[in-house]
C-alpha cells in the first residue's frame, strides 16, 4: 500500500527526473536517497554527462551518499526511482545494502528500451539474491512517472544503445 511518505518522495524523484531532462546531457530518470523521514541525495541519471554508462540516477545517489558519509553500508535507506530499476542498480542497491526499493514506472508500464534484459527483472535479482531483506514496492505514481518515457509501442531507435546491441545473430 502506498503511503503519503511514498507519494512525497516519488514525486522529489519525478522532480530530479524533470530537472535531467532540462539539464544538458542529463536524462530523465530521477531517484531519492531517503532514511527516517529525510531525503539525503536526490539525483538523476548523469551518463552523458558523465561520459560513464554506470551513472544511472540510482547508481549516482549511491555514490554520492556512500563518499559524503565515508561508508558502503546503507542500511535501512529506501531508494525511490521514478523508473523500474535496471538489473546493474538493482545489484548496486543490493551490495550497498539499501533496505527498500520503491519505483514509479514498470517494465510493462514503458518501452523496453529502458532495461537490459527481456526477462529478468529486478524482483528476479531481489528474489535470487542471498539477502532477504530487501523489500522491493512498485507502481507508486505510475502513471505520473510513465509520462516521463517513451510507452510500449512507440517507435524507438535501439540503435543508439549498446545494451540492445545483437551479440550475435539471432536464431
Known amino acids: 500500500m502506498t503511503s ?3 507519494v512525497q518522495f516519488m514525486r522529489m ?3 530530479a527526473a524533470c530537472e535531467g531532462r532540462r539539464t544538458p546531457g542529463g536524462e530523465c530518470v530521477g531517484a531519492a536517497l531517503v532514511r527516517e523521514g529525510q531525503a539525503v541525495s536526490i539525483t538523476f541519471n548523469e551518463g552523458e554527462m558523465q561520459h560513464d554508462p554506470t551513472a544511472h540516477a540510482e547508481i549516482v545517489a549511491i555514490r554520492r551518499l556512500c563518499a559524503k558519509l565515508n561508508t558502503t553500508d546503507l542500511k535501512g535507506y529506501t531508494i525511490y526511482c521514478t523508473l ?3 538489473g546493474m542498480c538493482t545489484m548496486a542497491c543490493l551490495w550497498a545494502g539499501i533496505s527498500r526499493i520503491v519505483y514509479g514506472a514498470g517494465r510493462d508500464d514503458v518501452h523496453h528500451i529502458y532495461f537490459e534484459s527481456r526477462h529478468n527483472n529486478t524482483v528476479d535479482f531481489i528474489r535470487d539474491a542471498f539477502r532477504n531483506d530487501l523489500r522491493i514496492d512498485g507502481s507508486v505514481l505510475a502513471a505520473e512517472c510513465a509520462v516521463l518515457y517513451a510507452k510500449r509501442n512507440d517507435d524507438v531507435s535501439e540503435q543508439e ?3 540492445h546491441a545483437n551479440t550475435a545473430p539471432p536464431g
Open 84 to 86: 523500474q530499476p535496471c
Open 161 to 163: 544503445s549498446p545494451a
Open 4 to 6: 503519503d511518505e511514498d
Open 13 to 15: 524523484a519525478i522532480e
